[in-house]
């Protein structure tokens, strides 16, 4: 069971969620599954929507798993039947899937005179296929899957899209150019795309976690034998309440802007779930 801070009734909504093997989104399946909606899980990582739909079933809701690549208009559209025929139509798509790629991450936080000499990956040495498959993933990966559910949005009431930003979109962080950039290029989307949709009735919104410990940011954070690394002492010297988030964390911001009830006028926004890093000056 998750912890939720209360609950919104989605009883005979479809939600579709992509990246809904990873440690986030897998949360925010159970979230919108214990208020009552029919949620489709789509991965690449099919073993683990599985676990997470029989998860799901096994405390009273409906789930089921669809082995899907967001990169992929054939793949969408293959995952799209099937859920029709299982749930019908889509009323909320979360749009989760993304991550970065270690050959678009430099080594060095500053380049210096001297990084020829060293053996680091600097700037110079970025792969450009590891920037171009970031970028894809992230904004590519949340283009797609919204041309493939939201036209079965179109002609129905209290539908809506929430996009999974970060906090890259708002300062970008060092080490991670292609990263920081995509996640920007998302939140550009989410406002585009909540305009291009005001007139038709579906809402769209973001929100942009913060500094979460996970498997993707684990060699980042800590040290093979689990000290803090120099990173994890930023983040934190940076994040005013001076901890790393919890899924738990993303639950009410996420109900909230579901909510057609709450957030009915709510559209084109994008909500930092940050523990106060995006308002710290560092004075």
Request: glycine share 10%; proline share 4%.
């Amino acid at each position: 069971m998750t912890k939720l801070p209360f609950k919104i009734n989605l009883t005979n909504k479809t939600a579709v969620i992509t990246g809904a093997g990873g440690v986030i989104c897998s949360h925010l399946a159970k979230t919108v599954a214990e208020c009552g909606a029919k949620v489709a899980l789509l991965d690449l990582n099919e073993d683990a929507v599985r676990i997470c739909a029989e998860e799901i079933v096994k405390n009273g809701g409906t789930a089921k798993p669809y082995c899907a690549d967001v990169l992929n208009r054939e793949s969408l559209e293959n995952a799209r039947k099937r859920i029709l025929n299982d749930f019908g139509t889509c009323d909320i798509l979360i749009n989760g899937a993304g991550g970065n790629n270690p050959k678009a991450t430099t080594d060095n936080e500053y380049a210096s005179y001297d990084d020829a000499e060293k053996d680091i990956k600097t700037f110079f040495d970025l792969d450009a296929s590891g920037v171009e498959f970031v970028f894809n993933l992230n904004f590519l990966g949340t283009l797609l899957p919204s041309q493939t559910f939201a036209k079965d949005m179109v002609g129905k009431s209290g539908c809506c899209i929430l996009n999974i930003s970060s906090m890259n979109a708002y300062t970008p962080l060092t080490k991670i150019p292609a990263y920081s950039g995509a996640k920007a290029a998302v939140s550009n989307f989410t406002q585009w795309l909540a305009v291009h949709f005001s007139r038709i009735g579906i809402r769209v919104n973001a929100i942009a976690p913060g500094f979460f410990s996970t498997k993707q940011n684990q060699n980042l954070l800590w040290n093979a034998d689990g000290t803090p690394t120099a990173r994890t002492g930023k983040i934190l010297a940076a994040t005013p309440m001076g901890r790393f988030g919890t899924v738990d964390d993303l639950t009410g911001a996420t109900l909230f802007l579901l909510s057609d009830e709450a957030a009915a006028f709510v559209t084109g926004i994008c909500i930092p779930v940050d523990g106060g890093f995006s308002s710290y000056s560092g004075v």
